[in-house]
């Protein structure tokens, strides 16, 4: 079976300091790994996504994060947050060589302080 | 490009009633999914659909989820009778195709609320 863990369910910065969300997960292939971003009443939106090419994915809003195989690990980054990412993160992963099916983390919720 | 949007936004309702909730995917997207989001927690996978067929459906309680997708387009998910613990949001998402790494865009969601 596959699984997602996210350490912390909240996640508290001031604006301009490091974001570090943390992901790992359990897989017995190859995973394809994603990091999404949910605002308050809102469907979830993409920020990058990990497909077995580079290590280092850099995707929307000044996000990236880094594909660790020994560490089983997919932690989402950046270097300076702003009022704007507040909002929930989930981190999933595909473990399916056939189809698109995820499955999801619980959350983190990245509350930024002026 | 029109996103998906998903009807009703919110809905109340007794337990033991029935409800259902209207999903239209983009367009030209042959892959279409339902999750649950419970409080607190992430998505959880309750169907998937490629065209009008059933992908994985492993995780839908079949005694009372339904779901289908006539003519492969848009999809309806129901529930009869609802529980307490169907107080949710259900996301509807969609994707070009089904395959491995497809981004899957999401609607807005629809929050249920069993009392």
Known sequence: AQSVTQLGSHVSVSEGALVLLRCNYSSSVPPYLFWYVQYPNQGLQLLLKYTSAATLVKGINGFEAEFKKSETSFHLTKPSAHMSDAAEYFCAVNMNSGYSTLTFGKGTMLLVSP | ?115
């Open chain 2, 1 to 115: 490009e029109a996103g998906v949007a998903q009807s009703p936004r919110y809905k109340i309702i007794e337990k033991r009633q029935s409800v259902a909730f209207w999903c239209n995917p983009i367009s030209g997207h042959a892959t279409l999914y339902w999750y649950q989001q419970i409080l607190g927690q992430g998505p959880k996978l309750l169907i998937q659909f490629q065209n009008n067929g059933v992908v994985d459906d492993s995780q839908l309680p079949k005694d009372r989820f339904s779901a289908e997708r006539l003519k492969g387009v848009d999809s309806t998910l129901k529930i009869q009778p609802a529980k307490l613990e169907d107080s949710a949001v259900y996301l509807c998402a969609s994707s070009l195709e089904g395959t491995r790494g497809n981004e899957q865009f999401f609607g807005p969601g629809t929050r249920l609320t069993v009392l």
